[in-house]
């Protein structure tokens, strides 16, 4: 399978959230004012065209890519050799194995040649326990509840191609996203890691604001998304097939 590699007109992305997600936290003129930014940048377009020809399962491009942009184009301009990797979240609750996931980083790698990382949302609770210890964790039902976990609310968020236009996804809202705001997501991140997390990207953009981290670690706190071989810290969403597992947590 091959998609033609050729800049993707704006034109193929109408400039509005489409309808087919629903997410009750999204405002309509910030996702709006998201399609906008992706709209923008041709190689983001391609990326979102090379998972829509993919065939993965409920896939979806998110976490720190998304940021990236957004706040790359809020400061001196959006630049692709500084992106880490292209967190793609797909979906299949058919096949839990590792090998789901390498086999999904190489049907991407076939279709744009692009720093991709793919991971079965799915298989989460897999693995998880192993790699962060503590009792074993339940399993998502969606991207949407993966999407809900990620370290930071501005990298809560997912996008994809959709008849309609760009579909988003956004359990917690855009308003981290569009506005530059660090706030650590407690569900998975601990505060040091966050803290950690905050000093890395604070070297690439001085001016967010940030949320205070004063909230206490509570018992049973779960550490982020992606297992070793994705340094704790250092991603976005979860661990990946091109480490020892797969999602977001190093962008």
């Not at 991407?108 to 964790?137: D, K, M, S």
């Not at 604001?209 to 982020?224: D, I, K, Q, T, Y």
Request: glycine residues 8%.
């Amino acid at each position: 399978m091959s998609v033609q590699r050729r800049e993707s007109p704006a034109h193929d992305y109408p400039g509005h959230e489409c309808p087919g997600h629903e997410c009750p936290a999204l405002d309509r003129a910030l996702a709006r004012r998201l399609a906008g930014c992706v709209r923008s940048e041709p190689w983001l377009l391609r990326a979102l065209d090379a998972v829509a020809a993919s065939g993965l399962p409920d896939a979806w491009i998110g976490a720190g890519v998304i940021r990236d942009v957004v706040w790359g184009q809020a400061c001196d301009g959006f630049d692709p050799a500084a992106v880490r990797d292209i967190d793609v979240a797909f979906f299949d609750p058919g096949n839990l194995s590792r090998q789901r996931d390498q086999d999904a980083q190489q049907i991407l790698e076939g279709l744009a040649e692009l720093p991709w990382e793919a991971t079965n949302q799915a298989a989460v609770h897999t693995w998880y326990h192993r790699y962060f210890g503590g009792p074993p964790v339940p399993a998502f039902s969606c991207v949407h509840d993966a999407v809900a976990t990620w370290p930071e609310t501005a990298t809560c968020v997912a996008i994809r191609k959709a008849p309609g236009g760009i579909e988003i996804c956004a359990p917690h809202g855009l308003t981290d996203l569009m506005s530059k705001t660090w706030r650590q997501n407690p569900v998975r991140v601990s505060i040091d890691v966050s803290r950690a997390r905050l000093a890395r990207h604070r070297e690439r953009w001085p001016d967010i604001a940030v949320v205070p981290l004063a909230m206490a670690e509570r018992p049973g706190r779960r550490p982020p998304l992606r297992p070793p071989g994705h340094a704790t810290g250092q991603g976005d969403h979860g661990p990946s097939a091109a480490a020892s597992r797969p999602g977001p947590a190093r962008s």
